[in-house]
């Protein structure tokens, strides 16, 4: 089983609401990302986790907070953000297998999220 | 630093002719490369990659990839393109180092059309 679920499939938010993005992977990977795609555009990563520990974060405004409750399950909290953080928010995961780099990161089917 | 081009924003391919989607890459090391494919509002999905060996690797759904060390090429190929073939593909390359996170560099994608 190479799926990685996200929920909710879309999401609407005013840009004073405090929403959350979820994860969930059950292929024993213990890495997991997020990324976020705007239309026609590759994906862009915004944080890594690594064995449940924050490993990358790529600059990402702290109205983004990111947590990874256990190795299956990565989330994305969301305050306070602006119309220009409408985007697809993309959940992978990969082996991250110590020693080895040829990791495939395996997607989700994405979040569309609209900022009003 | 680096670095993954993909030279043509869309390619139009008539249906059973065979296609080629191009990608060239740049990196210091040994390169990792992927190939993805992204169907409208949907995530990425994995096509299939090239780590080391023979350097035509056969992927997903009919694809294969030919890497071209030379050339510092991995041009996505098909055989006889399907109308369900429609979408945007993604090139990606990493260095292949071994241990810790090595960023995925995703091009900038090429959105394959196929005409019945």
């Known amino acids: 089983d190479t799926e990685v679920t996200q929920t909710p499939k879309h999401l609407v938010m005013g840009m004073t609401n405090k929403k959350s993005l979820k994860c969930e992977q059950h292929?024993?990977?213990?890495?997991m990302y997020w990324y976020k795609q705007k239309a026609k555009k590759p994906p862009e990563l915004m944080f890594v986790y690594s064995y449940e520990k924050l490993s990358i974060n790529e600059s990402v405004p702290s109205r983004f907070s990111p947590e990874c409750p256990n190795s299956s399950l990565l989330n994305l909290h969301l305050h306070a953000l602006q119309p220009e953080d409408s985007a697809l928010y993309l959940c992978a995961s990969s082996q991250d297998t110590p020693g080895q780099g040829a990791d495939t990161q395996y997607f989700g089917p994405g979040t569309r999220l609209t900022v009003l | 630093a680096q670095s993954v081009a993909q030279p043509e924003d869309q390619v139009n391919v008539a249906e059973g002719n065979p296609l080629t989607v191009k990608c060239t890459y740049s990196v210091s090391g040994n390169p990792y490369l992927f190939w993805y494919v992204q169907y409208p509002n949907r995530g990425l999905q994995f096509l299939l990659k090239y780590i080391t060996g023979d350097n035509l690797v056969k992927g997903s759904y009919g694809f294969e990839a030919e890497f071209n060390k030379s050339q510092t090429s991995f041009h996505l190929k098909k055989p006889s393109a399907l109308v369900s073939d429609s979408a945007l593909y993604f090139c990606a390359v990493r260095e292949g180092v071994s241990g810790g996170y090595q960023k995925v560099t995703f091009g900038t994608g090429t959105k394959l059309q196929v005409i019945p």
């Open positions: 292929m024993g990977h213990r890495a």
